[in-house]
């Protein structure tokens, strides 16, 4: 399974709703989970299963979606939210999407 | 707690083989499974493959001819074995249980 994100890079400013998109080659089953990735730190897990939140994670991030078509929405940007972000699909085998880089406007 | 660590040669020469070692703590690999991802410099994740708790193996079919994954439960460790390496195999070798923990990352450099 192929997983497409978009889009690739993203501005937006402190206090935005922002909506990242994953889009997958055939239906996940909703075996999507979402990662955040600083520079120079190994990512780290938001979201699994489309809509659960991972333990430590704040509430505004959350995850919606069914068979091919997926979002992960911060409700309100904050600083510390400025990272690239991946899906990930275990489905069908194990693949990563090409990430999302969000920056500040 | 949870802990997992990589370990290896920060440099391989083109055409050998890279060995990395995963070290765990705080669980039993007969209980989870470990993944190997890898990235390069400024480009995204890759997932490379998994040892399974119960020891069987998955591979990125990409990379299925050269890599071979490999564990020592008495020492909870996996291993991470890949051939004919070249320069575009240069990354940070990451090791993660589930995605939710993950080692700091190796970072590979392939070159003569």
């Known amino acids: 399974i192929q997983l497409t994100q978009s889009p690739s890079l993203l501005s937006a400013s402190v206090g935005d709703r922002v909506t990242l998109s994953c889009k997958g080659s055939q239906n996940i089953n909703n075996y999507l989970a979402w990662y955040q990735q600083k520079l120079g730190e190994a990512p780290k897990l938001l979201i699994y299963k489309t809509n659960s939140l991972q333990t430590g994670i704040p509430s505004r991030f959350s995850g919606s979606g069914s068979g091919t078509d997926y979002t992960l929405t911060i409700s309100s940007l904050h600083s510390e939210d400025l990272a690239t972000y991946y899906c990930y699909q275990y489905n069908n085998g194990w693949t990563f999407g090409g990430g999302t880089k969000l920056e500040l406007k | ?112």
């Open chain 2, 1 to 112: 707690q949870v802990q997992l660590k990589e370990s290896g040669p920060g440099l391989v020469q083109p055409s050998q083989t890279l060995s990395l070692t995963c070290t765990v703590s705080g669980f039993s690999l007969m209980d989870y499974s470990v993944h190997w991802v890898r990235q390069p410099p400024g480009k995204g994740l890759e997932w490379m493959g998994r040892m399974k708790y119960d020891g069987d193996t998955y591979y990125n079919s990409a990379l299925k001819s050269r890599l071979s994954i490999s564990r020592d439960t008495s020492k909870s460790q996996v291993f991470l074995k890949m051939n004919s390496l070249q320069t575009e195999d240069t990354a940070i070798y990451y090791c993660t249980r589930g995605g939710a923990y993950w080692g700091q990352g190796t970072l590979v450099t392939v070159s003569s």
